[in-house]
Nanobody, 115 residues
């Protein structure tokens, strides 16, 4: 098992930046992929970005060129740097991993982008 704790959300104006953090309770990044998801108000949860154990990254088309996923293995922390934020980025952001077929989620952190 692993616990995931997100932080870094908040209220920001359009065009601004935020950096989200997700800290895992133990060292897992070398063996599992880590993902950031988001759930906008009234919508389903969607994948935003993924980083594999080998360091490869993948992004949703809606955030390519604006968001960057990265990790610090020594701190057991994965980050989501969000630049050029838009009102449509408003959502609860969740950290996720899957270990041996079980999904693990953080509690979520709210990101609100005002126009």
């Amino acid at each position: 098992q692993v616990q995931l704790v997100e932080s870094g959300g908040g209220l920001v104006q359009a065009g601004g930046s935020l950096r989200l953090s997700c800290t895992a309770s133990r060292s897992i990044f070398s063996i599992v992929a880590m993902g950031w998801y988001r759930q906008p108000p009234g919508n389903q949860r969607e994948l935003v970005a993924v980083i594999t154990p080998g360091g490869s990254t993948n992004y949703a088309d809606s955030v390519k060129g604006r968001f960057t996923i990265s990790r610090d293995n020594a701190k057991n922390t994965v980050y989501l740097q969000m630049n050029s934020l838009k009102p449509e980025d408003t959502a609860v952001y969740y950290c996720n991993t899957n270990m041996r077929g079980d999904d693990y989620w953080g509690q979520g952190t709210q990101v609100t982008v005002s126009s």
